[in-house]
């Protein structure tokens, strides 16, 4: 017998108050980033999902319970969803110190296991000694721990998070994330993040959800979306800003390979998809230039326009012979010597390329 | 000095402090926190006290509240008591004519609520109420607070609208701003100079008191 699932389970369609149609579900325990620019409409999901707001049309489940179905005009409050909620500026109760801030979201315990659950918690997040101040009295990562305490003392059966890390600075952030990271064995709800940090999703998230103009673009677990982006706007998405067209010359398709013109370099690369003989292909580069790598079958001339350290790497703005596309490339300072000329040899392997 | 006219323009303070504040309250929340058609409406209707002359308001509250009236009429039966020219059409007065010193502050303070205060509080399973009483009346209370003092000192120094409606009957609607009025014509200035420098001292006290307190409370949130 097939267990059922245990998890969220989301299926919206909405026009008001934007435009929002998702699909996607998150298994109990499991962190799941929608990644997105500004206005892809993230936290307007993630408000839906909290019941804050009520779409239009379609069916969210927890645990095979439903709390928004459209057909039955079923639409449960944030109060009967029982969730934890983070929002970007962490919704503290500025009159409140850090332990009654936890303890107002306690309310479904009998007050008598309020106060010590509620510090238990603020021990969790390393804010036990600071129980007593207000939030304006903390710091900004201080805050964010305590909201992040609140909605997790709750115990709730989905934790939403609104950019929770977006509103410190970086070493901060480093710091919340490690925390997360630790904390993450002791949620048992399925966790929705928003963020539009690609490294934080990579670092935190079990699946991604890439969201752009209120349509999910591409899901899937976290390594499988970061290494095979689906379209340019998702490639883009991830960070990825080295997208060529090329086009196709010839296709292998009992090898599963596609002949491409890349600039003046031709190259076969393996490709599950059906092409048509001279159809432009996107080609998604690896934003590193590594040019002492032997063994790799492609070789790429770049023409080298400028070249400037930026932390412990060298930036490297270049363009393939033969394509004016700009390319954005990083290495190692030790390997620059080596393209002091305006042209260098890159050297990739069949898989550092993906066709979109 | 005339202790009865100062006694009874506390009573109205005190009364339509007390009848006005919880309403507004409850009407600057929902003003402030849901849009709707005819909105613009409403708040323009609920401002037009601070620009029409009072002698104006005092003029339709006379005819819409008169015996001549329908209201009026119907109001004395159930009342078993004329409104004009009694206390209760005086709190009545005073209770439209305030509207907006106690709604604009209540109204301009739940604004300054951020969104995701009041959703966090909604999504820590507080309901409507419990989020109005635990969250955003703490937040809001220095608003409150000048919404009170501004009312309580606007109906202590109102003249024309309780003149228009109450007239000038001692004990029943003579306020202290009438009797300073009674005083100068009798040409009594040392009485009216009295009377005048007791509503200039509590004018002075409860500002002073306002601010000291929202500060206070600025300074242990911050």
Request: charged content about 15%.
């Amino acid at each position: 017998m097939v267990e059922p699932f245990q998890g969220l389970v989301c299926q919206i369609n909405t026009t008001t108050p934007i435009f929002i149609e998702a699909e996607f579900d998150c298994r109990n325990g499991e962190i799941t980033a929608l990644l997105g620019v500004s206005g892809a409409g993230k936290t307007t999901l993630l408000k839906i999902l909290a019941g804050l707001i009520k779409p239009q049309q379609g069916e969210i489940h927890l645990n095979q319970r439903t709390w928004f179905n459209s057909q039955c005009h079923l639409h449960l409050t944030p109060q009967q969803r029982h969730i934890g909620y983070v929002p970007q500026h962490f919704g503290l109760f500025e009159h409140q110190t850090a332990l009654e801030n936890v303890i107002s979201g306690l309310n479904h315990l009998p007050k008598a296991e309020r106060h010590a659950r509620a510090n238990d918690w603020l021990e969790m997040v390393g804010l036990a000694t600071e129980q007593h101040k207000r939030p304006p009295q903390l710091s900004g990562g201080q805050r964010q721990r305590i909201a992040l305490a609140r909605a997790l003392a709750r115990e709730p059966d989905l934790l939403l998070l609104d950019e929770p890390f977006s509103a410190v600075d970086p070493q901060t952030r480093k710091q919340l994330h490690l925390q997360l990271l630790k904390l993450k064995s002791r949620i048992h709800c399925p966790v929705i993040m928003v963020t539009h940090n690609m490294r934080e999703a990579q670092l935190l998230a079990d699946h991604l959800v890439l969201m752009n103009n209120g349509r999910i673009l591409q899901q899937g677990t976290t390594d499988e979306v970061i290494s095979q982006p689906n379209s340019i706007t998702a490639a883009h998405l991830l960070g990825n800003q080295n997208v060529v067209y090329a086009k196709v010359i010839s296709q292998d398709q009992s090898k599963q390979t596609t002949q491409i013109q890349l600039g003046s370099h031709q190259f076969c690369l393996p490709d599950p998809q059906v092409r048509h003989i001279g159809e432009r292909v996107g080609c998604l580069l690896p934003n590193e230039l590594n040019v002492l790598s032997n063994s790799a079958p492609i070789a790429i001339t770049l023409d080298i326009h400028c070249h400037y350290q930026d932390g412990q790497y060298r930036q490297i703005m270049a363009t393939i012979v033969g394509d004016h596309t700009p390319l954005t490339l990083h290495s190692m300072p030790e390997l620059l010597r080596k393209t002091e000329s305006s042209q260098a040899v890159w050297l990739l392997t069949p898989t550092d390329i993906t066709l979109l | 000095m005339d202790w009865q006219a100062l006694l009874l323009s506390i009573k109205l303070s005190v009364i339509t402090t007390l009848i006005l504040t919880p309403i507004s309250i409850l009407v600057a929340r929902a003003l402030a926190f849901n849009q709707f058609r005819g909105k613009a409406w409403v708040e323009a209707l609920a401002m037009t006290p601070l620009i029409l002359p009072p002698t104006v308001i005092g003029y339709y509250l006379l005819v819409g509240f008169g015996q001549q009236s329908w209201l009026g009429q119907t109001l004395q039966t159930v009342l078993g008591t004329p409104i004009v020219f009694h206390f209760s059409g005086l709190v009545l007065a005073s209770l439209l004519v305030n509207i907006p010193f106690a709604l604009q502050p209540i109204q301009r303070a739940f604004e300054a609520i951020p969104d995701d205060v009041r959703d966090a509080a909604a999504c820590c399973g507080l309901n409507r109420w419990q989020s109005l009483w635990k969250v955003e009346i703490p937040l809001v209370w220095p608003g409150v607070l000048t919404a009170i003092v501004l009312c309580f000192s606007h109906v202590l120094g109102e003249f024309g609208v309780v003149l228009m409606i109450g007239g000038n009957i001692a004990g029943e609607t003579k306020t202290l701003s009438i009797a300073i009025y009674d005083k100068v014509q009798a040409f009594d200035f040392d009485a009216a100079g009295i009377m005048s420098l007791i509503l200039l001292i509590f004018a002075v006290c409860t500002l002073a008191f306002t601010t000291h307190l929202t500060k206070k409370i600025g300074v242990n949130r911050g």
